[in-house]
């Protein structure tokens, strides 16, 4: 039993472990988190299949990009209505178990009674070295044979993005009837509001179907003493010339 | 078994795929329905590297990059859908989602 | 196997955690004397000759403390959470070159733990996952206020860890290789500036890129002036407000230990590590480091708190855009040293 296929074991049946814990979670957090402990193992399992610009490719954008998302969206929806709480179907349950095993069976009956043919590829562990690692081969591969698959790809995570911003906008305010406002804002005048006195003040007149006065139409006068502007007029007053 | 063969990656790769199958049909949280096809799709990046591994070849760790790069372009999308339903419908079941159905 | 290797190797990684974890200690006793000068006061003076045993007060204090769970809190995710920041940390020291390959009793020992192909990829995905600890920290204490300075948190870093990626990008080019090792010894080549010979520090052929490395670097640590998430005016303590005792020490800690870690990446990366004028050694690594941690400490005394807008404004319309222009520019000029342009 070599070093490498107990290491890949052990890391393969915490792997799995972890899977049948974001099944049987209750707490969608936890299967989150399960899910985590899982990628990271098969990342550590692609390095030992030699494969470590994956692993790291895997750890960035899996765990650390897409279930981070997965875990903002967990949190935001009310933890109390989880569906969980509302009954299983243990019909569906069962049937679901009894389908897993059957493929399980089938899988395993292939994988062992079978075994591989075909040329091995050019990329030997010596080969791979020559060029001068795992992510040197790498770039020399893809950017040879798959440069399009590449911008199709890139192209792909643009309508990607676009398509989250549209989905995740929110829904636009309608457009309310502003209250239509004064002429004038006179602070610390003395002679205060006119409405308290009864004084009907007069408005503006707008031109039909306008909201609101355009910008330049109202004046805005900061007073530090109301001695100050005191001819302008103060808000509802008629101008006394 | 002393060294690391096909049979070794094939049974992880199976185990995990049925795994998030089953994950798929049991559950009813339409997050960790989520989860559980990251999870095939991780099962199917095992196999695509083992069998590069295998083969001496660097086309499957090509074909599994780009499974990553599309599993994350399909994830955005998808929380994004997630996200909206949940506000329109306010919960997570996915029992609850038949408004297309009569 | 080689045991004797993998013993020195191990012996090695040991030697390396074990100064790490004593730097970050002392690393508060630094900061906190720093601070003071810059302040026009003293700073820890007490507890021992000169302060020094500060550190060592304030772990026992905390140690001390009454370990309280909050009653609705996710009780696992709540004990994980601290813990998963506080291992995360050290674990970058792990491809950090701190020589070349010494002699020790006729064994060969590499001073570095590890020389991985995907050294600082390694790095970044640590990075990425230090994101889970602040999460975990925030949503296991039941506290809205948590809850939103873990979310807020964890978006400023991961914002800001696409800008640290991409701001690496260059090096990248430039020296061909994503290992560290590899990186140094590409630094350690002359480069001829008209007739003077330098050498080939990627802070002379990269200056954006070092600019959008630190700043994202401070970004990523939460330090000030990036410090919203945990700040004491504007959510108690963010994430971290329902922790005490020894539970917050790792949180506390781990800040430092990633400040640490950051330092040493950045001499590394673009000041050229162990690379000195007179005799190469991990004296200068040393010495690069402690300018960078000094630089760390004097941002946080200067500038103000940026706004949570500003903050992620900065990140995606100015360092996003730079950073792309950095890597086209480079590329091109790149093209045009090979010839191919």
């Known amino acids: 039993m070599s070093a490498e296929v107990l290491v890949f074991d052990i890391l393969g049946a915490i792997a799995v472990l972890a899977a049948a814990g974001v099944v049987l979670a209750r707490n969608p957090v936890h299967s989150a988190l399960a899910l985590v402990v899982s990628f990271v193992n098969v ?199 | 078994m002393s060294e690391l063969t096909a049979t070794h990656f094939l049974t992880l790769s199976a185990a995990l795929f049925i795994i998030g199958m089953l994950g798929v049909l049991i559950r009813r949280n339409v997050l960790v329905i989520f989860m559980c096809i990251e999870l095939m799709f991780n099962a199917v990046n095992v196999s695509f590297i083992g069998f590069a591994w295998e083969q001496h070849s660097l086309v499957g760790q090509t074909f599994a990059l780009f499974i990553i790069a599309v599993a994350a372009a399909e994830a955005v999308v998808g929380l994004g859908i997630i996200m909206a339903l949940s506000r329109r419908l306010d919960t997570v079941d996915i029992d609850q989602v038949h408004e297309l159905r009569e | 196997m080689n045991w004797a290797a993998f013993l020195s190797n191990y012996i090695f990684a040991f030697i390396v ?68 920041s506080f291992v995360l940390a050290p674990l970058s020291a792990a491809v950090i070159p701190f020589g070349g390959t010494v002699t020790v009793f006729g064994q060969e020992v590499n001073l570095y733990v590890a020389d991985i192909n995907v050294a600082v990829l390694y790095v970044l995905a640590l990075g990425g996952m230090g994101v889970y600890g602040i999460i975990l920290g925030g949503y296991a204490s039941a506290n809205r206020y948590s809850l939103l300075g873990a979310l807020r948190s964890a978006a400023q870093v991961i914002s800001y860890e696409i800008v640290l990626g991409l701001s690496l990008v260059g090096v990248f080019i430039l020296s061909g290789t994503l290992s560290l090792v590899q990186i140094l010894e590409a630094q350690q080549q002359p480069l001829s500036f008209g007739g003077v010979q330098v050498p080939n520090w990627y802070i002379l052929s990269q200056p954006l890129g070092f600019v959008l490395f630190l700043i994202a670097a401070v970004a990523e640590t939460n330090r000030a002036p990036f410090d919203l998430p945990e700040a004491e005016s504007e959510l108690i303590g963010g994430f ?4 005490s005792g020894f539970r917050f020490s790792f949180f506390f800690l781990a800040e430092y230990i990633n400040m640490i870690a950051v330092s040493l990446l950045a001499a590394t990366l673009f000041l050229g590590g162990t690379d000195g004028p007179i005799a190469d050694g991990v004296w200068w690594l040393a010495a690069k480091a402690a300018l960078f941690l000094f630089f760390y400490i004097w941002l946080r005394t200067t500038l103000p708190r940026f706004r949570y807008d500003q903050l992620m404004g900065l990140a995606w319309k100015v360092l996003l855009p730079l950073a792309l222009i950095n890597i086209a520019l480079t590329g091109l000029i790149r093209l045009w040293g090979l010839g191919l342009l």
């Open chain 3, 240 to 243: 971290h407000t329902e922790y």
């Open chain 3, 17 to 84: 955690l074990n100064v790490m974890l004593g730097l970050m200690a002392y690393m508060t006793y630094f900061e906190r004397k720093v601070l003071a000068a810059m302040q026009d006061r003293v700073g820890p003076k007490r507890t021992g000759p000169f302060g020094l045993l500060q550190p060592i007060a304030d772990g026992i204090k905390l140690l001390a403390k009454e370990d309280i769970v909050p009653k609705n809190a996710d009780r696992l995710v709540f004990l994980v959470a601290p813990l998963l």
């Open chain 1, 43 to 241: 990342a550590a399992i692609y390095v030992i299949l030699r494969a470590e610009f994956l692993a790291a490719a895997q750890i960035i954008v899996y765990t650390g990009a897409i279930l981070v998302l997965v875990l903002f969206v967990i949190m935001l929806v009310d933890p109390d209505n989880l569906p969980e709480f509302h009954g299983g179907r243990p019909v569906q349950r069962l049937l679901a178990l009894i389908l897993g095993l059957a493929l399980l069976g089938e899988v395993m009956a292939a994988i062992l009674t079978r075994t591989i043919v075909g040329q091995p590829g050019p990329w030997s562990p010596q080969a791979v070295a020559a060029v001068g690692g795992n992510t040197q081969a790498l770039g020399r591969v893809l950017y040879s044979g798959y440069v399009l698959p590449i911008q199709v790809t890139a192209v792909l995570l643009l309508a990607a993005t676009i398509g989250a911003l549209v989905l995740a906008r929110p829904d636009t305010p309608r457009v309310r009837a502003l209250v239509r406002d004064t002429a004038t804002i006179s602070l610390a005048h003395p002679r205060g509001s006119e409405m308290a006195n009864g004084v009907e003040p007069a408005l503006p007149a707008l031109a039909a179907g306008q909201l609101k006065l355009e910008a330049g139409e109202r004046t805005l006068v900061m007073a530090k003493s109301g001695d100050d502007f005191l001819d302008q007029p103060v808000w509802g007053e008629r101008h006394q010339s």
